[in-house]
């Protein structure tokens, strides 16, 4: 592609072939519950290339994500009554980002939205070397006695470090400020949030291009790529006033939304 590759300045329907990717690190600041439906089980990964890793599949950092972009539009007062999983308004900034099926959202439209943002599991640094056992045990407040021990809890150990990609189709300044500051409010992850899995997200650095040119597989094996990498983000001299941006993105996105319908 020899036209120089920008964000756009509006939102359309139709994809336009742009794809902003946006590394970061997160890095545990607690032990954490990453796992599957069962419960003893901590997720990992064995790659051929890469040995024994821990991994947080992309389909539960997204849902986290999501719903800090739902949380925080709705403190703006941008529709205060959009929810997961059936409750989607399919015309607000979150549903833009995230996508939705028009049949299952309480919208009932005839349209459904594709995601624009694209993801992949994060992979852990270094190889697994420790998961940490806790018991979870009742005390009985009358006699102090545990009785029998409920369950052994696993953990992904405090410290440990995962390399993530999240791509963005069709870029705004304005999205892509939305999507990048939630991802540096992502502060805790994983199951039982409420006592476990304190994180830090780290934005490392973009790709902006015609295609996805990094994957976490790579960069997990080979580093972050210099060539196509650029570590200063503050080039895309994103907007710092994030209402501001969910107020833009949310104007526009009506009259899209409008010009669609009235078609």
């Not at 992309?58 to 403190?75: A, D, N, P, T």
């Not at 309480?106 to 943002?117: D, E, F, G, Q, W």
């Not at 790709?207 to 196509?228: C, F, M, Q, T």
Request: aromatic content about 8%; glycine content about 6%; some cysteine.
């Amino acid at each position: 592609m020899n036209k120089e590759i920008r964000l756009f300045d509006d939102i359309q329907i139709l994809s336009r072939g742009v794809y902003l990717q946006v590394g970061f690190e997160l890095k545990l600041l607690d032990d954490t519950i990453i796992r599957s439906n069962e419960p003893e089980e901590v997720l990992s990964y064995t790659y051929e290339e890469l040995g024994d890793r821990f991994i947080i599949p992309w389909r539960k950092f997204k849902g986290k994500l999501r719903r800090l972009v739902m949380e925080q539009q709705r403190y703006f007062g941008i529709a205060t009554d959009c929810s997961l999983k059936d409750n989607l308004c399919l015309s607000c900034p979150a549903c833009l980002l995230f996508g939705g099926t028009g049949e299952t959202s309480k919208a009932k439209v005839n349209y459904n939205l594709l995601s624009r943002v694209l993801g992949e599991t994060l992979i852990s640094e270094d190889e697994v070397k420790d998961i940490k056992s806790y018991t979870a045990n009742a005390v009985d407040e009358i006699n102090l006695s545990t009785g029998q021990a409920l369950m052994n809890i696993l953990t992904v150990p405090a410290e440990t470090k995962f390399i993530g990609i999240v791509t963005l189709r069709d870029p705004t300044p304005e999205l892509t400020a939305i999507l990048i500051d939630n991802l540096k409010r992502l502060n805790r992850i994983g199951a039982s949030t409420r006592e476990w899995g304190k994180c830090r997200v780290s934005i490392v650095g973009y790709n902006l291009h015609d295609r996805e040119n990094i994957s976490v597989y790579e960069i997990a094996k080979n580093g972050w790529p210099k060539d196509i990498f650029d570590k200063d983000i503050a080039k895309l001299n994103l907007p710092t006033d994030i209402e501001q941006c969910y107020r833009k993105v949310n104007e526009q996105f009506q009259r899209v939304i409008k010009e669609y319908l009235e078609k």
